[in-house]
Nanobody, 114 residues
Framework: QVRLVESGGGLVQPGGSLRLSCAAS????????MRWYHQAPGKQREWVAV???????NYADSVQGRFTASRDNAKNTVYLQMNSLKPEDTAVYYC????????WGQGTQVSVSS
């Protein structure tokens, strides 16, 4: 059974940093691209970043240059390092994998406020 568990969210001041983690189980982690999404209050869930099987990354324009996604196949974990955080980054952050269907974690709240 596919399971994704996010952690690392919290409250941070503008300009600060957070590192999110997503621990995966129930599938061969190294064989699948892993994605991060976020959902702000009252808005649709939006794609943020992807880490491919070959560890290539791609980012939404809104986070390019500030966020870095990475993976550790030995730990079955994907990370999202978020720097220079802005109030508009406030959202619930989810990791995602497509293994015959989409799977989502429960999400972790990131709040950016002074």
């Amino acid at each position: 059974q596919v399971r994704l568990v996010e952690s690392g969210g919290g409250l941070v001041q503008p300009g600060g940093s957070l590192r999110l983690s997503c621990a995966a189980s129930g599938f061969i982690f190294s064989n699948y691209a892993m994605r991060w999404y976020h959902q702000a209050p009252g808005k649709q869930r939006e794609w943020v970043a992807v880490v491919s099987v070959a560890e290539r990354t791609n980012y939404a324009d809104s986070v390019q240059g500030r966020f870095t996604a990475s993976r550790d196949n030995a730990k079955n974990t994907v990370y999202l390092q978020m720097n220079s955080l802005k109030p508009e980054d406030t959202a619930v952050y989810y990791c995602n994998v497509f293994v015959r269907m989409d799977y989502w974690g429960q999400g972790t709240q990131v709040s950016v406020s002074s």
